[in-house]
């Protein structure tokens, strides 16, 4: 779903563009080639939807790293798009060409200055069902998308945490986890 909204400043115009899944990156970064400003929303944690949990997709059947990698390095170079994961559009108003919209971002717990070592899963001992998996799996509290994650950074569900809990930030010589208060 895409569609053109006033941006954060009330002044320019973005396009919104609503799922960072394979369709939605090449809507993004299509109409940013074109000139257009862009803010893109996806409401997990990762920009690449089902794809990127697949072994190989249609049509040329090769593994999601290959397709997905691409468009994340031309989402990275591009400085018209805005990402936003764990977002959700929670109020759309307006007509056509003059939309406002409000969007509601979930805390990461994780700061960019994760490097994805692996050190934070390794100490976890709270697991959440696997949203790769459908469910059917589970996964560390602390985790990130396979090596093919973007943006490159672990998520940590607060809620899945013994209150006492802190060893993942414990362990993270970055300092990239925030700790709980």
Same mark, same amino acid.
């Given at each position: 779903?895409?569609?053109?909204? $006033?941006? %954060?400043? *009330? !002044?320019?115009? +973005?396009?919104?563009? &609503? ?9 993004? =970064? ?62 759309? $108003?307006? %007509?056509? *060409? !003059?939309?406002? +919209?409000?969007?509601? &971002? ?9 490097? =994805? ?65």
């Amino acid at each position: 779903m895409s569609m053109i909204t $006033e941006s %954060s400043n *009330g !002044n320019s115009k +973005a396009l919104l563009v &609503i799922g960072g899944g394979i369709a939605g990156l090449t809507a993004a =970064l299509d109409a940013s080639e074109t000139g257009l400003d862009v803010i893109l929303i996806e409401k997990s944690p990762y920009l690449g939807g089902r794809v990127a949990g697949f072994h190989n997709y249609f049509p040329k059947l090769c593994p999601p790293s290959c397709g997905l990698e691409i468009n994340f390095r031309r989402l990275r170079n591009n400085p018209r798009i805005t990402v936003l994961t764990q977002a959700e559009l929670v109020k759309l $108003e307006g %007509s056509e *060409g !003059n939309y406002d +919209a409000a969007i509601r &971002i979930a805390p990461r717990f994780v700061t960019s200055a994760c490097t =994805l070592c692996g050190d934070c899963a390794d100490v976890c001992h709270s697991e959440i069902a696997d949203p790769l998996e459908f469910g059917l799996t589970k996964t560390k509290a602390v985790h990130a998308r396979r090596l093919a994650a973007f943006p490159p950074t672990y998520v940590l569900d607060r809620d899945a945490c013994a209150t006492d809990c802190h060893a993942c930030a414990d362990v993270c010589k970055y300092g990239a986890i925030l700790p709980k208060v």
